[in-house]
């Protein structure tokens, strides 16, 4: 992303979470920053692009960390510690933007925002499942939706004070304090005679609610770009990759999706066996043919 681009985004953050995305016009963005409207529209054709821009450049930014950390040859859950250290650091650095993102995930009418806002939500619950099976078992395997939502009410609720409210905790301090009392849970869960509230079934029937089938293809294409970070393979080749998915990811956008552009550029990834279930999924939702 060009060097400029960065800093109206920056700019435009800073203005969208003191005066809100309706309350901010072009003007404001640009007289902000110092520069012409007509320069503006060189770099975005409108607000709206800008706005799902900075979603994009911000996820893209956290995911890529995350990626580092679930690439690392470690213990589940010190994955998880790693993982909630590095959320609350980020979100602190970058307090503008998560004050934006919660008041236009509930107030946006921006179709293309709102689909990109439910794929990283459903792609952040999957990896999440995923990483909480791995670190405490098939034990927990029945519970295991109830312990993503635990898990996710416990550090939003730390979220709220520390990022929106001001209370200063150190996010290594947070990272240990959390770990033990999902730990506490996981005990609890263990013991207990309950029966879990939700089933496989219900997550799963809740997760494709909140998805239509684009933003299920857009959540299997950003768990692809993902998954592709942590993998051992040539920079250069990485970048073509990244460049195929952005090109999926515009095409999925449009109203009439080409599915043998779909069918064509997912044999790029043919031969990278860790994306296979994403390129399956996106084929069987397409109801095209893999080649």
């Known amino acids: 992303m060009k060097q ?17 995305f309706q309350s901010t016009s072009v003007q404001d963005i640009v007289s902000n920053y ?21 979603f994009r450049y911000y996820h ?7 990626s580092e950390i679930d690439a690392l040859n470690i213990d589940p859950k010190e994955k998880i510690r790693k993982r909630i250290q590095l959320q609350f650091q980020y979100f602190m650095k970058h307090r503008d933007f998560i004050v934006m993102y919660f008041r236009e995930q509930n107030q946006s009418v921006n179709e293309e925002l709102q689909k990109l806002i439910k794929a990283h939500t459903v792609n952040m619950l999957e990896k999440e499942e995923t990483l909480l099976l791995a670190c405490y078992g098939e034990s927990i395997q029945s519970s295991v939706n109830d312990l993503v939502l635990i898990c996710f009410g ?3 609720a730390y979220m709220k004070i520390t990022v929106f409210d001001g209370i200063e905790l150190e996010p290594e301090q947070i990272s240990y ?34 998805l239509t089938n684009q933003q299920k293809i857009l959540s299997n294409l950003i768990a692809m770009k993902e ?18 998915i952005e090109y999926l990811i515009e095409e999925n956008n449009k109203q009439d999706v080409k599915k043998y552009i779909f069918q064509g550029m997912l044999t790029n990834f043919k031969t990278i066996k860790e994306l296979d279930p994403f390129r399956k999924e996106i084929a069987e939702i397409l109801s095209i043919e893999l080649l």
């Open 60 to 66: 893209d930014k956290l995911n890529k960390k995350i």
């Open 154 to 156: 416990i550090r939003n």
């Open 34 to 54: 110092g520069i012409s409207k007509g320069a503006f529209y060189n770099y975005f054709s409108s607000k709206e692009e800008l706005l799902v821009d900075i």
């Open 4 to 20: 400029k681009r960065k800093e109206l985004i920056k700019t435009a953050i800073k203005l969208f979470a003191e005066k809100g």
């Open 227 to 244: 998954t592709l970070e942590s993998l051992g393979i040539p920079q250069d080749r990485k970048e073509e990759l990244y460049n195929v």
């Open 177 to 210: 304090y959390l770990l033990e009392r999902i730990d506490d849970v996981v005990e609890g869960i263990k013991r207990s005679k309950l029966e879990p509230l939700l089933t496989k079934a219900q997550f799963k029937e809740y997760m494709n609610g909140l």
